[in-house]
């Protein structure tokens, strides 16, 4: 009985001993740590802060302005705290916490903000201000054994090996939107974690394979350096698809559009900054990564266009004309993204019915135009009436090719486009094909480094040199309705190619791009 009750008396004082540390923990965290909070608090200071914003991001190195001292610098004039929350670019999730007020701002690619919002069903935010474009980071890559262009890619087992949810697989879907892949089979995505995991896959592949592999930098550089590894395209090739957006929640942009402006602001002041310095972004982007090489940062940064304060006017329609540039307009850029996102399936109706203007806000840059806002200006009210903004970067217009030029272009492949119709046995244009047309030309402004080759074609039938020439004047005929439409005549070519198919549809033309080789 005594052992019973030693036994007893034992488990007594270990419960207690459990209870008494239940108490102290508590005690701890619900009196004491409060207390010291307090104590910090009233001792402390915060008179340098009068509100704080908190804007969700990932470790973008586009994004990297963003979390730089001299961005929260800047804002420290303006007695705003920054706090950056950092997330693993889950938008789904980064949408949720801006429509829930978790937190005020955040960043996107204008595709996963579109998949994001047509997923919730609705847009709890608004795009206030254009970061970058990608203008080269991204790129698509193949072994030249099993793919030398584009059009190689046009079979069911083809595939691209991709991180999803990224702008890779954005790239991807603007490749198989553009280009005439028919064949390409309904598992063209092979999933993988990150730019390293695809590197990794495409160092062990087989190189016969008909798979083309999209990385981001730094290991589209370090892919490059593999024997027979091309790059069929890259994210410098394509303008205003693959675009990084600042939206703030729509609530706080109504109640408090002071601080949006104030965040602009001290962004791009603080862009400024780092664009004048010797190694300004270079430095800030090995600073998110201590262990990049020199070589690997300058290629990050390389392939990033952070955008400028006049750039973003130009964005938004403020300004137009020769101080626009050949810079879209965020209208245009979300209804091209939109395309291409219902074209290749990613969305299954456009989420905003075509009222692409409801997903941005322009007022605040309007202000900031209207007060001559300058980002060297470090201190507000001071150098207003200022109007030396660094200008529009545009894209240099493709010279004029000879003969031998024409002929060393790396063909890159067929663009998209349905059949062109003519009215029987001429070259006139049938007025259902003009809209096509007019969608070309939407389609080369996305991809202003390639030159076309318009290939004019006619059925095999009857007399060849009569088809030779019906063939020549038709695609002459588009190549003068695309001038007409505003596609430059130095980049463009045409010539006849009958066909050897009896086919009705062979009478019809084609549209090859290509580029002067890397």
Same mark, same amino acid.
């Given at each position: ?34 207390? +010291? ?11 340098? &802060? ?7 991001? !990932? ?17 420290? &004039? ?7 929350? +950092?997330?693993?670019? !889950? ?111 495409? +160092?062990?592949?087989?190189? !016969? ?103 973003? &006017? ?42 692409y203007t409801s997903l941005y806000y322009d007022k605040i840059l309007s202000e900031m135009r209207s007060d001559n806002f300058h980002p060297a200006n470090l201190i507000a009210g001071l ?27 790396r063909s890159v492949g067929d663009l998209n486009v349905q059949s062109i119709g003519f009215r029987r046995g001429s070259a006139a244009i049938s007025l259902s094909s003009e809209h096509e ?82």
């Open positions: 009985m005594a052992e019973g009750k030693g036994f007893k008396g034992c488990i007594v004082a270990v419960v207690w001993l459990v209870i008494l540390a239940i108490v102290a923990v508590t005690v701890r965290y619900f009196w004491t740590e409060p207390q +010291k909070e307090k104590l910090q608090s009233d001792t402390g200071s915060n008179s340098s &802060y009068s509100h704080e914003v908190k804007i969700q991001a !990932d470790l973008f190195s586009g994004y990297s302005v963003l979390r730089s001292e001299e961005m929260k610098k800047n804002l420290r &004039y303006e007695g705003v705290r920054l706090t950056v929350v +950092k997330d693993e670019a !889950d938008y789904d999730a980064r949408l949720e916490a801006l429509e829930d007020g978790d937190v005020q701002m955040g960043v996107f690619t204008i595709d996963s903000l579109l998949v994001a919002g047509a997923k919730l069903g609705r847009f709890p935010v608004s795009i206030v201000m254009v970061i970058d474009e990608t203008t080269g980071a991204d790129a698509v890559l193949a072994f030249d054994n099993g793919v030398k262009t584009v059009q190689d890619l046009n079979t069911s087992d083809a595939a691209f090996v991709l991180t999803p949810s990224s702008p890779s697989e954005f790239l991807a879907r603007v490749v198989k939107s553009h280009f005439k892949l028919p064949k390409l089979g309904s598992n063209w995505i092979v999933e993988a974690d990150g730019s390293e995991a695809v590197f990794e896959i495409m +160092k062990n592949a087989d190189r !016969d394979k008909k798979q083309a592999y999209v990385l981001w930098e730094p290991h589209v550089s370090q892919a490059k350096k593999i024997e027979g590894v091309k790059v069929l395209l890259d994210s410098s090739k394509v303008k205003g698809l693959i675009v990084d957006v600042l939206v703030a929640r729509r609530e706080y942009l109504r109640d408090h559009p002071e601080k949006v402006r104030a965040i602009i602001e001290a962004y791009s002041r603080a862009a400024h900054h780092y664009r004048n310095e010797p190694q300004g972004f270079a430095g800030l982007v090995r600073s998110d990564d201590p262990n990049l090489s020199e070589d690997g940062s300058k290629a990050i940064v390389d392939g990033i266009q952070w955008k400028n304060t006049l750039e973003n &006017y130009a964005h938004f329609g403020l300004v137009k004309g020769v101080a626009a540039g050949d810079l879209l307009t965020l209208e245009d850029m979300i209804g091209n993204v939109t395309e291409i996102l219902l074209k290749t399936k990613a969305l299954d109706s456009d989420p905003l019915n075509g009222n150098g207003q009436g200022t109007t030396d903004l660094q200008g529009v970067r545009t894209n240099a217009q493709l010279g004029k090719l000879n003969e031998s030029q024409w002929g060393g272009l047309l007019r969608r070309l030309k939407k389609m080369l402004d996305n991809f202003p480094s390639f030159y076309l080759r318009i290939v004019g074609q006619t059925r095999s039938e009857g007399d060849a040199e009569e088809n030779r020439r019906l063939a020549e004047n038709r695609a002459k005929s588009v190549g003068e309705f695309l001038q007409k439409d505003g596609v430059s005549r130095s980049r463009m070519r045409t010539e006849a190619a009958p066909s050897t198919s009896k086919s009705g549809s062979a009478q019809s033309v084609r549209f090859e791009v290509g580029q002067v080789p890397f």
